[in-house]
């Protein structure tokens, strides 16, 4: 089956309002699971799918670091680790939450890059329908921030948005055609000082930017038929075909 | 089509071994070093076991990349599997920056943020030195290999906590399917850590004893170090550098529990269905499958969901065992680790019983062998699995060219 771009959503998490029907599911999530849980309620709540054929591909370049962050709190501290706390500052734990609250018992895949895990996340995603292991794919990208990142990347520098970016990939849609994610060798500093440029000029500095700027223009115009991104850490190629 | 990816390179180490030659007779002869107290603080009473003696890191100047900042214990048990790997695929590691070459990697341990004297300092405002924060942002273990060995293409971690090395083959071997690389390099790695050990131990998961997995007496999980790898390729590339492969990636599969946020599904809904696709992906059935490399932590409700979940899938005849009870569960280490030593069990058409286990839980659906039942296969394809916090669950299947 070809892979089909069905739907996106996109989240600000410092302004997020958590829907009421998650409220009691989300009660004890950190922010991260947070950020995927309410774009994937976003991105399915006018779609159909089975979820026994549907997969979830998370991403991110951080994962939860604030809780991570807590629970290293308690490790200097030599205080009792909370089990909650931990359990949440484990990356695939989003991954756990969105399966159980979507009903989603296909694979669930969670992948972690400085450099574009968006993008590696959604051509996995595309081989899954492509090898008809699936009917629909949920491809997500969540991004937290916290102080020590900003601190570490000195005081010039912009902080980034936290929030998440969500894709939807089914058997209609427009049609994902081609995607090719070629990573390179860099310096450290790089990947935080994240400055990459996008075939239709946009030049980005954290790594949820490129997926926001898709799902901006899926909503507002309509995506070019190519997109490339280049960056000291790597290329990025994508090809769209025609809506169907 | 999956028939033509092949298995051309194995390496790993771990408490059982510094290598995979090690590793085997070691395990075979049930000779593995014990697990012991951790060597960091803690007020836990729960061993672990920690890199065979005889391991040491590997000289990183072989590889092609130009390397000067520290590496952690993860990267350098990583690296070591990789040069073992690489050796017997007959890849120099000077060959590799020509070819197209992704890396996939599972790790749990290293992709959190763990320093915990810079924390402390940051915390105080008192950071002098950047340089954790320049080791963290170089901590990305897919991105860090691929810039020692100088290779060009995919690089990326798999974290799905204890399946993240399983997956990542699977994954690696879709790179390959979708001719995304020509060359894959693939598996797990994992360091112990007091993060990792006090976030388990607060969990009420780990032994306070050597574990025992699938034991009537089973009393958790001990917690371990090390890294399996493997070179997958096309078997026409092998074939093209003259390089006899030992066996191939027949199928992979993975499954969602949507249950719990750290137990496994009762019924075993996600490993089910993990289990089901990889042999459907593989063409295989269940009568094929000759050997199973479990999960096998040694906790209660991973064993009874396991073997509930063969049983489901008519895999409830074949020998069944766990290789954590010599190496500790790895963690992200463990998928890549537990798929090594099941094509070398099938290559050898051998498998030794299940250290630890002395008394085969009589509640358990299905027989795994104890420690005393090693077996010789009547087969040569196998399977491997994993299950993993969050419900993720995974499984290979591995069949040896037997030699």
Request: charged share 15%.
């Amino acid at each position: 089956m070809t892979a089909k771009l069905t739907a996106v959503a996109s989240l600000n998490l410092s302004d997020l309002e958590i829907p009421a029907e998650l409220e009691n599911q989300l009660r004890r999530a950190d922010l991260f699971t947070t950020g995927v849980v309410a774009c994937c309620h976003d991105l399915l709540k006018d779609q159909t799918f089975d979820g026994e054929q549907t997969g979830l591909f998370i991403s991110t370049a951080y994962g939860p670091m604030q809780c991570n962050l807590d629970v290293l709190d308690a490790l200097v501290a030599e205080e009792p680790l909370s089990p909650t706390l931990f359990a949440h500052s484990v990356f695939n734990t989003a991954s756990g939450y969105a399966s159980r609250i979507f009903g989603i018992h296909g694979p669930a895949v969670t992948q972690t890059s400085f450099s574009y895990p968006f993008f590696t996340a959604l051509a996995q995603a595309k081989f899954a329908l492509e090898q008809a292991q699936l009917t629909h794919a949920i491809v997500v990208q969540a991004e937290t921030y916290s102080t020590l990142l900003e601190d570490g990347k000195g005081e010039t520098a912009t902080p980034w948005p936290p929030g998440a970016v969500a894709w939807l990939l089914g058997p209609e849609g427009l049609e994902l055609q081609y995607i090719q994610v070629n990573e390179t060798p860099c310096p450290p500093l790089s990947r935080l000082h994240y400055q990459a440029t996008s075939s239709i000029g946009t030049r980005h500095h954290h790594p949820l930017s490129m997926g926001l700027e898709l799902n901006h223009l899926f909503t507002t115009t309509t995506l070019p038929t190519r997109y490339d991104i280049d960056s000291g850490f790597g290329t990025v190629h994508l090809q769209f075909g025609d809506p169907t | 089509m999956a028939h033509s990816i092949c298995v051309t390179g194995l390496g790993c180490c771990s408490s059982a071994g510094k290598n995979l030659h090690q590793s085997w007779i070691n395990l075979c002869d049930n000779r593995c070093p014990p697990p012991h107290q951790p060597s960091f603080p803690t007020v836990h009473n729960a061993p672990v076991f920690s890199i065979h003696p005889s391991w040491s890191a590997p000289d990183v100047s072989q590889f092609a990349g130009q390397i000067t900042t520290p590496l952690n214990p993860t990267t350098l048990f990583c690296l070591s599997a990789i040069r073992d790997a690489l050796a017997m695929a007959g890849l120099s590691p000077e060959s590799l920056p020509s070819k197209r070459v992704a890396i996939v990697l599972g790790t749990t341990v290293r992709c959190h943020f763990h320093n915990n004297d810079y924390y402390r300092n940051w915390k105080q405002g008192n950071v002098q030195d950047q340089g954790p924060m320049d080791c963290y942002l170089n901590d990305n273990l897919a991105t860090m290999t691929q810039q020692i060995l100088a290779t060009h293409g995919p690089a990326t971690v798999i974290t799905n906590a204890c399946a993240s090395g399983t997956d990542a083959i699977g994954i690696g071997r879709n790179m390959l399917l979708a001719d995304q690389c020509d060359i894959v390099i693939a598996g797990g790695a994992d360091e112990l850590s007091p993060l990792a050990y006090h976030g388990f131990a607060s969990l009420l998961l780990c032994s306070e004893s050597p574990c025992r997995p699938f034991d009537v007496n089973r009393g958790g999980l001990n917690l371990g170090e090390g890294a399996g790898i493997m070179i997958l390729e096309h078997e026409e590339s092998a074939r093209k550098r003259g390089i006899r492969h030992c066996g191939w990636i027949r199928g992979y599969g993975a499954g969602s529990d949507g249950y719990h946020p750290t137990a496994p599904h009762p019924e075993a809904r996600g490993l089910i269905r993990a289990v089901s696709t990889a042999l459907k992906d593989g063409g295989i059935t269940s009568a094929d499958i000759s050997f199973i490399n479990g999960h096998g932590t040694g906790t209660r409700a991973n064993d009874r969901a396991e073997t509930i979940g063969l049983k489901t899938v008519h895999l409830d005849q074949c020998p069944l065992v766990s290789t954590k009870g010599v190496t500790g569960h790895t963690l992200g280490g463990a998928g890549g680790i537990e798929a090594v030593l099941t094509m070398q069990a099938l290559q050898e058409g051998y498998s030794p019983g299940t250290i630890g286990c002395i008394e085969v839980d009589p509640e358990l659906v299905v027989t795994p062998c104890n420690a005393e039942e090693g077996s010789t296969l009547a087969g040569s394809v196998g399977m491997s699995q994993s299950l993993a916090f969050g419900g993720g669950n995974s499984a290979l299947i591995i069949e040896a060219r037997v030699k």
